[in-house]
């Protein structure tokens, strides 16, 4: 009968272990599996305190319990048994926090980097910036409007893809000076185990040694408003060859996106770019059937800004407005994109001003 | 003599949070403010330099 209570629980608990996990991730970083030993370690020794205090405890209870005739004991001190209790969790304290400092130590040494990167929050969305190579990307979610509103099936990664990873290569030190533009978010990627706050006008700084090439996911661990759900942190990390290709390749596209402001476009050709933009950096706020949150986000349908002047529109997109939260994109995007989203804008949601911009006439 | 051996004693149990009614009763009616305060100066000092240690010691673990 034992054996059948046995084998069906072990029949239970291992497809649901599969299927979830209760404890920390392992990771895949030397750190992060440093962390986790520390982390069982303590784990342990607070069982095997637990197991002791609430044994005898329990034991007490059973043993002397009322029904038996056990009388309590009436007395006020007994100094060498509170001697006892203070100084063994004391000396257990000490003992863990030797170790759990060397973990500490290791993960505050952002020294001898191979890579640094900046690393910004923003509302909602993360920024990049190679130190030592001229990069410098955004990187928004890319789970689509239908997903997250129900209207499509959802997929695996949902909310945990964006547009732009960030890469990085496989067993280099890479060290991350993490701040913040706007409030405070905070950069976490579970598989390398060291979380970290993005604060305006401080910077953190964490690191990570990944061994094995491979996607990380990761989210933004600080509410930070509205979409805070909606900012992922991916992390790509690439064998070193395809690294650099990646590097050369990044070079090269910011040498034609320089190119691509001078060149001319079409009416159509910018609003069909702009829909794009307006869906990855607006619809967040505005909304994606242009109507925005009375109260909170204006409208684009009838706008005084989309439907008013030309520079006074540009304006706003490139510089924000303070004391809103409408944020300065500039530096979010391109001459392209301001110009495509600007003349979407002025295109789309029932306006119909008919004119649009070059992205050459974009001031930034 | 005596009298700084009791206010030392009194002040690492109280360092421990852990002391005896009756010896509390004696320092608290026999004893000189001016003692415990010494005592409670070079104490702290001790647990500051114990504290100091500790922290060396578990730098010396790391390295």
């Known amino acids: ?364 | 003599m005596r009298e700084w051996i009791r206010a030392f004693v009194g002040v690492f149990f109280a360092f421990l949070g852990v002391q005896s009614e009756a010896d509390r009763r004696y320092d608290f009616e026999k004893g000189r403010f001016s003692v415990f305060a010494v005592a409670g100066l070079i104490l702290t000092f001790v647990f500051l330099s114990i504290v100091y240690g500790l922290v060396q010691l578990a730098l010396i673990y790391v390295q």
Not at chain 1, 227 to 245: I, L, R, S, T
Not at chain 1, 326 to 349: C, G, H, P, W
């Open chain 1, 1 to 364: 009968m034992t054996k059948a209570i046995t084998l069906a629980i072990s029949l239970i608990a291992i497809p649901a272990s599969a299927d979830w996990q209760i404890n920390m991730n392992e990771g895949v970083t030397a750190l992060s599996r440093e962390i986790f030993d520390l982390h069982m370690l303590i784990f342990w020794i607070c069982v095997v305190i637990g197991v002791a205090v609430f044994g005898v405890m329990f034991y007490s209870i059973f043993k002397f319990r009322k029904s038996k005739g056990a009388v309590s004991e009436h007395w006020h001190e007994n100094t060498t048994v509170e001697v006892v209790w203070t100084v063994i969790p004391s000396i257990i304290l000490i003992a863990m926090a030797i170790p759990a400092t060397a973990t500490l130590m290791d993960m505050y040494d952002t020294s001898e980097a191979d890579v640094e990167i900046q690393v910004t929050g923003y509302q909602w969305k993360w920024r990049y910036q190679y130190l030592d190579e001229d990069i410098d990307f955004f990187s928004n979610l890319a789970t689509s409007r239908e997903e997250i509103t129900n209207e499509a099936a959802k997929n695996p990664n949902y909310l945990l893809e964006v547009d732009n990873p960030l890469v990085i290569p496989v067993n280099k030190k890479v060290r991350f000076l993490i701040t913040s533009n706007d409030v405070i978010h905070s950069w976490w990627v579970p598989n390398f185990a060291v979380k970290k706050d993005a604060i305006p006008g401080f910077v953190n700084e964490s690191w990570v040694k990944v061994e094995e090439p491979g996607v990380y996911r990761g989210q933004c661990t600080e509410l930070c408003g509205k979409e805070h759900g909606f900012m992922p942190v991916v992390v790509e990390v690439k064998a070193e060859a395809d690294y650099e290709q990646w590097v050369a390749d990044q070079k090269a596209m910011k040498l034609a996106m320089a190119g691509e402001a001078s060149k001319e476009f079409s009416m159509d050709e910018l609003i069909a770019q702009g829909e794009g933009v307006y869906n990855m950096s607006c619809a967040g706020c505005h909304q994606p059937n242009g109507q925005g949150i009375p109260g909170a986000f204006p409208a684009i349908t009838g706008s005084t800004i989309a439907t008013g002047e030309m520079d006074k529109h540009i304006d706003i997109i490139v510089n924000g407005k303070s004391g809103t939260a409408m944020q300065a994109f500039k530096e979010q995007l391109s001459a392209v994109d301001i110009a495509a989203v600007v003349t979407y804008q002025r295109n789309a949601f029932g306006n119909s001003m008919g004119d649009f911009i070059q992205p050459s006439a974009i001031q930034k």
